[in-house]
């Protein structure tokens, strides 16, 4: 078995592979910017590549993006909604929490996205506290209560209600689990309140 017949089989289910999974299976940064140049990969981002034959994904914004910021990485707040499509979302960002320190900034080339697929401007990126990941769509995300909780602070509180009722029409949740995410709601606005208002007091000191 050829290294490039091993990383054709270590594909994700978007056709996408990192330059440490590579190495991992043998083929060097060098030999896999090689099998780029010869057209049979294409680099997506930085240290992310993606098998060049796959077939087009609308999500595949989303997966190289979470793939793009590393290892415990996973698509965070507003962007799991707009991945699930629960209420009209700002697209231009994706947004990808992590535990771990990252310092580069992540760009998706929209280049090579193909027609089929939006590409985003940027990705935005949140420090987190470590969060189990639940799969949505093949990708790594936060649980869904929790995301919609994050969106409103992005979204809006009445976008965000929507996504909530929708999420509960479709059966991703539980009425339970709504009334839980209401609570979260006004969690969340008091949370910002402190925080404008340390914000307000810390103005006034300076």
Not at 86 to 95: E, F, Y
Not at 165 to 172: I, N
């Amino acid at each position: 078995m050829t290294k490039a017949t091993r990383i054709y089989d270590a594909v994700d289910g978007f056709g996408l592979i990192t330059s440490a999974q590579a190495a991992e299976l043998g083929m060097s940064n060098a030999e896999l910017v090689q099998q780029a140049r010869m057209g049979r990969f294409t680099r997506v981002a930085r240290g992310v590549y993606r098998v060049s034959v796959w077939p087009p994904q609308p999500e595949a914004p989303y997966a190289i993006a979470v793939k793009a910021v590393g290892d415990e990485a996973l698509l965070y707040g507003e962007s799991v909604v707009a991945l699930l499509d629960l209420t009209p979302t700002d697209t231009s960002a994706i947004w990808v929490a992590t535990p771990k320190r990252v310092r580069r900034t992540i760009d998706i080339s929209a280049e090579i996205i193909q027609s089929s697929e939006a590409a985003p401007a940027s990705v935005k990126i949140i420090r987190s506290r470590e969060i189990d990941p639940v799969s949505i769509k093949g990708i790594p995300c936060q649980p869904i209560t929790d995301a919609i909780i994050s969106a409103s602070t992005t979204m809006g509180i009445n976008q965000a209600r929507e996504a909530l009722v929708e999420a509960m029409h479709r059966g991703y949740i539980t009425r339970v689990e709504r009334a839980d995410t209401e609570r979260g709601f006004a969690r969340q606005r008091k949370r910002a309140a402190r925080m404008a208002a340390r914000g307000r007091q810390g103005k006034r000191l300076a």
